[in-house]
């Protein structure tokens, strides 16, 4: 008996200690991100591009990596890298003959956004992309067709509206003018006009 009791007089000991030291999280986990850091988003975006001059309209997508300054500001400093893929087919007249075009692009650019917060889950976001991009244009006729493949300088500025639909995820829908300085053989440079839609997460 007397055992018992010693035993039971010990655990209430232990019980009362343990209950007065109260235990507090810390606010910020070590590696953990807070909205003052600067915060990696992944972005996916389905492009629609308008060809001027006989250009084919082109279908694509886009990927990219971005960083975003403050996740708690109402302006917000953006920068990303970016890689697209465009496809696109389309026909003219010359002379009465049909000439069918076949396109393909790949630009890889770098890019600086300006978000500036409208509300507080809407922004209008102004930017600019610079890099290069490669491809490959064809026209055909029935028996004959030509390509040419190309390369050069490309660059864009657009502006969107971006609605935060929750604190790591956005939809984005814009507009851009980009322009492609080709070289090699192609003749003109290749002005686009596109509209884009996408999604933006953190991870």
Not at 181 to 199: A, C
Request: aromatic share 14%; glycine share 12%.
């Amino acid at each position: 008996m007397k055992k018992l009791l010693s035993v039971l007089t010990v655990l209430a000991a232990l019980a009362g200690s343990a209950s007065a030291a109260s235990y507090v999280l810390p606010y910020n986990q070590p590696g953990a991100l807070s909205p003052a850091d600067w915060q990696p988003t992944y972005n996916i975006e389905g492009l629609y591009a308008i060809g001027e001059d006989e250009a084919p309209d082109t279908w694509g997508v886009r990927g990219s990596f971005n960083l975003y300054s403050n996740g708690d500001e109402s302006i917000r400093h953006q920068f990303s890298i970016n890689v697209a893929g465009e496809f696109g087919s389309d026909s003219y007249r010359y002379f009465g003959e049909k000439i069918d075009q076949d396109i393909w692009m790949v630009p890889v650019t770098g890019g600086y956004d300006l978000n500036i917060g409208i509300t507080d889950s809407v922004f209008l976001d102004l930017g600019v992309k610079a890099g290069w991009a490669w491809g490959s244009y064809e026209e055909s006729i029935p028996g004959l067709s030509a390509k040419e493949s190309f390369s050069g300088f490309t660059m864009g500025v657009g502006a969107g509206i971006k609605i935060m639909c929750s604190e790591r995820l956005y939809f984005k829908v814009g507009y851009e003018f980009n322009r492609t300085w080709t070289k090699d053989d192609l003749g003109d440079n290749l002005n686009q006009h596109v509209i884009t839609v996408g999604l933006g997460t953190q991870f």
